[in-house]
């Protein structure tokens, strides 16, 4: 989204507090209008809280809630303009598909002729329009998620709250509905705010992903921002695995400033991504798939940052074979090579003295906790 889109929910310094515990502390975000928005944290970092004050099934201790710019703090959900999808469906049993998804326009007195269109184009959209005279006990899970999902749609609200909605389905099924639920909301255009703990699950489908921790958002960005310029520790280590070495920062300035680990090793990283870190203890980072395992005594190509270390591990995965060589500085660091001739991994094996080669822009830095 632009930074000129149109604010859809903000949420300005709020606090929540159940007794001595703040689950969310001053917390302040903005979610443009029509995008795909992720808050992705473990439990117990605030996600599910924030979601709730939002929705208005919590209220919050301090701060303020806003929809579309009007403030909404102090009104309960039914006077928000948002519907909220949980990860158990609370379909009515007795009601087929089609009277589950229209229960909302009856009770809010919407003709019949209405409520039958509207209700025939959201199961069209979430493609269940040749169950709809199914009952909630004849559906599987996924369609049974796709039956709240579109109940939700109907009402047409401003955004839709999505809290761990595939969480009680198998990994195959959350797949497939993870690109379902991004079709879905690029056809509707309608904000999508989604709590998750699998960080696979947000990269796939949000626009911006706020990573909580803590009851405060650590980093908050694309996936691939994330992911390639963690921030901290806590976001380099929850999306995705990275590997760590500490050292200190020696030279900071140029387009490329030096590190050097505790056992002596030179790495270079762009000096944009240092910052704030100059003089100051840090944890230099690489992504696995990121490195090049060079047997000793080999080149390395010209430029690269390189660590020592001996394989201790060597698994062959069928698309990738993942090495875990313990550095000279004792850390043990994850490498992914692609499998691309075929080969096991007997050329690098287990003992062998090899070389960890990346190039420096794949460096990233970050404090050292």
Known sequence: MSGQAE??????????????TTAVDDLTLSIPR?????????????KTTTLR??????DPTAGRV?????????????KRDVNTVFQSYALFPHLNVEKNVGFGLERKKVSKDEIRKRVGEVLELVQLAHLAKRKPAQLSGGQAQRVALARALVN???ALLLDEPLGALDLRLRKQLQIELKRIQRDVGITFVHVTHDQEEAMSMADTI?????????????????????????????LGVSNLVDAQVRRNGGPLSELETHDGAKLHVPSERCGPHTD??????????KITLIPAGQPVPDGSNVLRGTVVVAAFLGISIQYVVRAAGGEELNVFAQNTDGSEPDSLGVGREVQLAWRPEHTFVVARG
């Open 7 to 20: 604010t859809d929910i903000r949420v300005d310094g709020v606090t929540k507090r159940f007794g001595e």
């Open 34 to 46: 029509g995008s795909f928005f992720a808050m992705l944290g473990p439990s117990g970092c605030g």
């Open 53 to 58: 004050m939002i929705g208005g099934f919590e």
């Open 66 to 78: 806003f929809l579309g710019g009007s403030d909404v703090t102090n009104h309960p959900p039914y």
């Open 156 to 158: 047409r609200p401003r």
């Open 210 to 238: 706020a990573v909580m921790n803590l009851g405060r958002i650590e980093q908050a960005g694309g996936a691939a921002d994330l992911y390639e310029r963690p921030q901290t520790e806590f976001v380099a280590n929850f």
């Open 280 to 289: 100051h203890a840090v944890r230099a980072g690489v992504r696995p798939e």
